[in-house]
């Protein structure tokens, strides 16, 4: 993953004319989100091993711990748009089938469901 990574990352810089400040955040936020994966299954994952629940369980350590201090709502939604823009990278490079972080929402809003009556 870290070689897609690199590729990213150059990707923003160059085509996209990200700021320099843009790229370190989005390097940040892919570099935490390799390293929890590593910790909890393994080295040398790659784009396409990663899973939507691997995704869900990164937001929720974010949560509930993060690496020094729980973050805010908007703060894991900022995470996840990093994340969900390297998965539409690999996905157009065609490194991965499916889009993991799709489908995953940070809602900040609880479903209450409609009763009628």
Do not use: C
Request: hydrophobic share 40%.
């Amino acid at each position: 993953m870290r070689k897609v990574l690199k590729r990213f990352l150059a990707y923003l810089e160059k085509e996209r004319n990200a700021t320099e400040a843009t790229v370190r955040a989005y390097a940040d936020d892919m570099v935490k989100f390799i390293e929890f994966l590593e910790s909890r299954h393994g080295k040398g994952l790659l784009p396409g091993d990663v899973t939507e629940a691997m995704v869900r369980e990164f937001l929720t350590f974010l949560a509930e711990k993060g690496f020094k201090k729980r973050n805010s709502a908007s703060s894991r939604g900022r995470r996840l748009s990093t994340i969900r823009s390297f998965f539409k990278f690999a996905y157009r490079l065609g490194l991965i089938r499916n889009d993991p972080a799709v489908m995953v929402s940070t809602s900040r809003r609880k479903f209450t469901p409609v009763v009628w009556q």
